[in-house]
């Protein structure tokens, strides 16, 4: 069992920065593959970034890429997603997912999510 918390969101205003945390329990951490996802309101839960359980490999959706990264540190049980240059079509509530093996962007296939965090970008 995992739970996961989310932690750093907040308004910002278009162009600025934030970075987000997602807080694992657990002595597994290192297993378990990390994503991130968004929702915005009325639309559907969309892939946004994750990586491997070696932090090796990361994969992005391509609105994203050169924007957001996603990082880990496995002695603190932590994943990152530091967000430079934000828009407001990043509005979204954040969540945090973990799944033991490969890393992987579809979110049905995770099986541990955190409760969100809400990041408004303000233009």
């Known amino acids: 069992q995992v739970q996961l918390v989310e932690s750093g969101g907040g308004l910002v205003q278009a162009g600025g920065s934030l970075r987000l945390s997602c807080a694992a329990s657990?002595?597994?951490?290192?297993?378990?593959?990390m994503g991130w996802f968004r929702q915005a309101p009325g639309k559907e839960r969309e892939f946004v970034a994750a990586i491997s359980a070696s932090g090796g490999s990361t994969y992005y959706t391509d609105s994203v890429k050169g924007r957001f990264t996603i990082s880990r540190d496995n002695a603190k049980n932590t994943v990152y997603l530091q967000m430079n240059s934000l828009k407001p079509e990043d509005t979204a509530v954040y969540y945090c997912?973990?799944?033991?093996?490969?890393?992987?962007?579809?979110?049905?296939?995770?099986?541990?999510w955190g409760q969100g965090t809400q990041v408004t970008v303000s233009s």
């Open positions: 997912a973990a799944d033991l093996g490969t890393i992987k962007t579809m979110g049905s296939l995770y099986d541990y």
């Open positions: 657990g002595r597994t951490f290192r297993s378990y593959a």
